[in-house]
């Protein structure tokens, strides 16, 4: 069964940094490509980073980039997200999923980790 | 980075049928064959209902259907049911951006 597990997700003060961790089971995760999306409270999805499965090709949306960079630890399964420099409209439910290899469709979701950035 | 446009809400009477269109551009939804759509109730996480514009993924009803008319694509489900009732979004491959969310469709089943 394929399963994805976020961590991380904590109350942070704005311009600190968190570490979101996304521990994947049932798959090989460096066989994937890998997304972290991300929901902020009430408003709609928004795709904040790509991680391609050959380990050197990595994407951001401009909201987040310079400030957020995604990882992957084959030997662990998992995935990271290093957020630097949060701000308060960081604050969001953070997913990881699972690219599905036919059409940059995410097939499988985290149940997500809350990241609340406030003083 | 804009998002896909999408209607606010949407309502429908249990059996009948609704459609939601995602509007994007030349650069994403007109671009590529490349849209997929998802469901997600209060709380969970997303759910892929449709990929690739109009395939359904394994234990997807066929009550779900896609298609693509240009930079225009639209979610149409049919034989509504009271679970139906849910947040639906479009998304996107971009040229620029990898990929683009359209900002959700509250369905409400009445």
């Known amino acids: 069964e394929v399963k994805l597990v976020e961590s991380g997700g904590a109350l942070v003060q704005p311009g600190g940094s968190l570490r979101l961790s996304c521990v994947a089971s049932g798959f090989t995760l460096k066989n994937y490509n890998m997304n972290w999306v991300r929901q902020a409270p009430g408003k709609g999805l928004e795709w904040v980073s790509y991680f391609g499965h050959t380990g050197t090709v990595m994407y951001y949306a401009d909201s987040v980039r310079g400030r957020f960079t995604i990882s992957r630890d084959s030997a662990e399964n998992s995935l990271f997200l290093q957020m630097n420099s949060l701000r308060a409209e960081d604050t969001a439910v953070y997913y990881c999923?699972?690219?599905?290899?036919?059409?940059?469709?995410?097939?499988?979701w985290g149940q997500g980790t809350l990241v609340t950035v406030s003083s | 980075q804009s998002a896909l446009t999408q209607p606010a809400s949407v309502s429908g009477a249990p059996g009948q049928s609704i459609t939601i269109s995602c509007t994007g551009t030349s650069s994403d939804v007109g671009a590529y064959n490349y849209v997929s759509w998802y469901q997600q109730h209060p709380g969970k996480a997303p759910k892929l209902i449709l990929y690739g514009v109009s395939n359904r993924p394994s234990g997807i009803s066929y009550r779900f259907s896609g298609s693509k008319s240009g930079n225009t694509a639209s979610l149409t489900i049919s034989g509504l049911q009271t679970e139906d009732e849910a947040d639906y979004y479009c998304?996107?491959?971009?040229?620029?951006?990898?990929?683009?969310f359209g900002g959700g469709t509250k369905l409400t089943v009445l």
């Open positions: 999923a699972r690219d599905g290899g036919k059409s940059y469709e995410n097939d499988y």
């Open positions: 998304n996107s491959f971009a040229r620029s951006n990898i990929l683009v």
